[in-house]
């Protein structure tokens, strides 16, 4: 079979055993010619579908985490602790460190 794209570059990695392990294992699985080519398209195919849903629950919450920032630091003490208590943000249960004036 003619090769139409030769391929020029090397990727290298490391792997532990076990992980070769479940390489080898995932290559048999999915019928590829060999552990190269299934990692290949393993890699390839995590590329092409574009930032993972963690990412995106991350900078969502970064982006909610910066508003709540804003609204405490442009607000007096009384409404950044209302603010602090009504947040609807998960993770951040921290108490609001106390306020001098």
């Not at 080519?37 to 995106?56: F, K, N, S, W």
């Amino acid at each position: 079979m003619p090769v139409f794209h030769p391929r020029t570059r090397l990727v290298n990695f490391r792997v532990s055993e076990d992980e070769f392990v479940r390489l080898k294992e995932g290559c048999l699985r999915a019928g590829a010619r060999s552990v190269s080519d299934y990692a290949r398209a393993a890699v390839l195919t995590e590329v092409a579908a574009g930032p993972t849903l963690p990412i995106l629950e991350l900078s969502d919450r970064w982006n909610r985490l910066e508003a709540r920032l804003d609204a405490i630091l442009s607000s007096s003490p009384q409404e950044g602790l209302a603010i602090h208590r009504n947040s609807d943000l998960d993770g951040f249960e921290e108490e609001a460190p106390a306020l001098h004036v």
